[in-house]
């Protein structure tokens, strides 16, 4: 099976049920079991968000009766998503029984596909790893190889954490490349050819017998950092990947913006210089052509052939070498990572002046390098963007560190359960039952 989960983090706003209030005319068609469907999806939003929360203060935020609210819990108890926790403060009367979400009903698995590596995560219904296992790989050549590889890392994955194969809610997936509206399923054939007879979501749902969602990577990491990182206060974020490539995700109004194709967030092929290397999209001087994996090694590898001293190596060239390298105060690192902030701050001053988000979240091997990183990139900002959506935004680094993709693409999955309870199989059970 295959979702495609394109929608913003749960809505949490709370909307009045005409059953019990007798009002508004739009819901008068909707049958009563949709009405239901409805209102048990608020309850368990409502639950999920404030963790502990009473019967009788879940009748007063949503306006529905007591008896309504009491039923629906019903079913989320024996549905096992929701259990009572103990008692709540006294208004008065007898103290309130408290629910909770439960966190370990399920499990979901995130995979981030790099282009030559694999990082596998399992989380639990809060974000919260369980389990993670990472690999280097030749992704983008071996399209057989690394499925079978995820076989094995996700197989571990679910072990430590002993998650049963039926208590798996989805497997999210974070792909290298833009995941395209019209085959979400498939990899970008230019970039990735090799995989273009391989459905990903077709051979994973095969062998993990549960629901498989997918999107692009920058994408995953932004939703990621807006649920559980550094846009968690719901401000509109970018988050911006410096890997092989170069790529952003964007969040807006609280959903992913994917433009009208799904390449929005292409930020590697903005151009920074004109007189520029030639990109291999074809284009000069793209900003990924000047800070991804492959422009600053050689780079690396050109000064020292000049005789430049450095404790780089002609083999030692990788983004984590070059990283490393100048946390340690190696000339030549510090030189590739400053001037890779600076080119990365142009690319960063046009997006504050396009969108103004609060956010610009900056993610991969780089950011390791800290302020020698983060000094030039906000320093080409002063001078390159509007002094007002400078003043209103923060460039950090990424609060979830290297796992940050593999958990929103996790997140994905939890996004869509919490949107349609109905992908929660208990829930489905205890429908039944009730
Ligand atoms: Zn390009």
């Not at 009491?70 to 029984?97: C, F, K, W």
């Not at 497997?171 to 490349?177: D, E, I, K, Y």
């Not at 498939?186 to 051979?203: H, I, Q």
């Not at 780089?366 to 935004?393: C, F, K, M, Y």
């Amino acid at each position: 099976m295959t979702r495609f989960s394109d929608r913003s983090p749960p809505s949490f706003g709370v909307r009045t049920n005409h059953e019990d209030r007798g009002e508004g005319a739009a819901l008068e068609t909707v049958d009563t079991a949709r009405m239901r469907e409805h209102n048990a999806g608020l309850l368990l939003n409502l639950i999920w968000r404030e963790e502990d929360i009473s019967r009788a203060e879940i009748a007063r935020r949503t306006g529905l009766s007591r008896s309504t609210v009491s039923a629906i819990v019903a079913n989320l108890i024996a549905s096992g998503l929701v259990h009572e926790s103990g008692s709540g403060d006294s208004r008065g009367g007898r103290r309130p029984t408290l629910l909770r979400f439960d966190d370990r009903a399920y499990g979901i698995v995130g995979i981030e596909m790099g282009a030559s590596h694999l990082h596998v995560v399992a989380t639990d219904l809060r974000g919260r790893v369980l389990a993670e296992r990472q690999r280097q790989h030749p992704v983008v050549a071996e399209p057989q190889s690394t499925l079978a590889l995820l076989g094995e890392l996700v197989s571990d994955c679910l072990a430590k954490p002993a998650l049963p194969r039926d208590r798996l809610l989805g497997v999210g997936v974070a792909a290298p490349c833009p995941v395209y509206l019209d085959a979400p399923g498939r990899l970008c054939r230019r970039l990735m050819p090799k995989w273009n007879e391989v459905s990903v979501t077709g051979e994973l749902g095969q062998s993990f017998g549960c629901p498989i969602y997918m999107d692009n990577d920058a994408n995953l990491g932004a939703l990621a950092e807006r649920w559980w990182g550094a846009g968690r206060s719901g401000e509109d974020l970018a988050f911006i990947k410096v890997a092989t490539g170069v790529g952003a995700g964007l969040i807006i109004g609280g959903q992913i913006y994917r433009g009208a194709g799904g390449t929005a967030g292409e930020i590697g092929h903005v151009a920074i210089d004109p007189r520029g290397p030639v990109c291999r999209c074809g284009l000069s001087g793209c900003l990924a052509a000047m800070v991804g994996a492959e422009p600053l090694a050689e780079r690396a590898r050109a000064e020292l052939s000049r005789g430049t001293h450095s404790r780089l190596s002609p083999q030692q060239t990788s983004l984590n070498h070059i990283a490393a390298a100048a946390r340690d105060g190696d000339t030549l690192a510090m030189q590739l990572v400053a001037e890779a902030g600076r080119h990365l701050g142009i690319g960063v001053a046009g997006l504050l002046n396009l969108l103004n988000p609060a956010v610009v979240v900056l993610a991969g091997p780089l950011i390791t390098a800290g302020d020698l990183l983060l000094a030039p990139i906000r320093n080409t900002v002063q001078h390159g963007a509007l002094w007002e959506s400078v003043a209103r935004s923060r460039i950090q680094t990424s609060e979830l560190g290297e796992a940050a993709i593999a958990i929103g693409a996790a997140t994905q999955v939890l996004q869509a359960a919490l949107e349609n309870q109905a992908l929660f199989p208990t829930w489905k059970a205890a429908q039944a039952v009730g």
